[in-house]
């Protein structure tokens, strides 16, 4: 049944349990990385090919001088305009019927152009199977009518999961509730990003403290390829002239 | 300034020397063209040299890029659609338009090599004569030099930063490829002790790409700006001294003089000066 998902991510909701890293590692059968302890309670570092969720933990100092914690689920953004997808030569990655980006194990080489593109470092390699690979927006729940996995085991709600509009209705309310209550940091992330994104966000803090590209740097790979290629062919025809130029000289003449 | 999250893609020492040696296979192929096209009979050896050259130096390409996947058996997949079988092009995408150029060129570089290869004997070329030849050469020139130029496209086409916050890559690379393709035809024309005419126009020839690659490096910087600062950790600053002695001593001796011996230290230092330049961008980058 084609239907366009979405995630809302609620981050004022987010009690950092973790319950999505390990729903979304049961179910897809992720082994994980060995944990690695840093100076927080963060031991999962970064979204990767094993990390298909990742909480992120953020302290702050707040206005009145005390301390606040925020936590972040962070995820494939699924996007209307991917730019991993965009780059990838082998068409490996494709749109599904849910509109959700999917990257097909079977046709993917593992020649990682993705990864160089995804500003939001969400793509990993893989060793073991020699394949780019990330959240899947759980494809195979999706077929099923099921939840994906990490919405469906988060407490609190703060990973919500439906049909994008639905999720841009919930999100903007959210948004209008908290802004009543004299939150005035609070923010939505994703609704222009990239021709949109499928996972949204509601934050407390600018984009860039969570790993997320400000909104005017939402850009895409190809936007350099006209003047990449522009700028080689003048050097072509500089280098052109200069060697004609050269071999033209008579041999003897210096 | 644009500001992306980017998780490095681990290319590594297959993409540097692939990006060193496509720079020299392309290279080498267009000095030839011109050489044939412009130059007069003295030439032809030198000529000759570059096509032969050219072939070898090209087969090792697509050997580094297949071992460099992770699944080197896919290797097609770049190529042909493996759920429809239709054929793989994306014009925005460069490494999907390098493949196919990196096809394309082969049929040349195999072409005029087996041509040079037969006129070793013959002393003629057997099978292009005349306008043929010529737009033959010329064609084979322009993919050629595309090979040399693309690979900086490619790392641009990206949100990498460094890499995406440029648009002189490209045009880096294809400068230095082709100094570095004149150092190694004079390298080995000088070996093998061929004509000295030929020689010189290479030298010349080389002393005006130094000094495009010189005026593109001072480009590729400005384009950076802020950005460029990840280029002052010590490791990166050792190699940017190494592309500095690869371009500026090389000038200083073609300038100064026309002697084997410095001409021939003149060519080594520009290749080991151009292998760093590709060290530099791609590990630069990623690290
Ligand atoms: S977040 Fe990254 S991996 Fe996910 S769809 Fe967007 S570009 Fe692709
Ligand atoms: S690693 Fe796989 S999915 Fe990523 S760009 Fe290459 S072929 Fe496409």
Redesign the pocket.
Known sequence: MARTVGFFTDTTLCIGCKACEVACKEWNQLPGHAPEFGDGYDNTTQLDEQNWRHVQFHERTTAKGGVAWSMMSD?????AL?????VCPTNA?IRTEFD??Y?QPNVCNGCRD?IA???????GFDEASGLAR??TFCYDRLQANLTPACAKACPTESIKFGDLTTMKEVAGARLNQLRGQGMSEARLYGDTE?GG???LFLLTDKPEVYGLPPTESAVLPSRNNARGYLGTLVTAALGLVGAVFAFRERGGKE | MIEHFVTPPQWEWYIVWYFFLGGIAGGVYALGAILRLMGDERDAPVARLAFLLSLPVLAVCPVLLTLDLGRPLRFWHMMIDSRTFGLNFKYWSPMSVGVWVLLIFSVFAFVSFLEALASLRSGRPPFLRGGLARAFVTVGAVFGLFLAGYTGVLLSVS?QPIWSDTWALGALFLASGLSVAAATLSLVTRLGRHEQSSEAKLTRADRYFIILELALLVVFFVSLGAAGSRFLAPRWVALWVAVLIGTLVPLALHLSTQRRVPAMLAAVLTLVGGLALRMVVVFGAQM
């Open positions: 995820v494939c953004k699924h996007c991917a730019s991993c997808m965009e990655i959700t980006v990257i993705c593109a995804c500003p939001y470092h969400v793509i990330k959240c990239y994104l499928h996972a | 949100n």
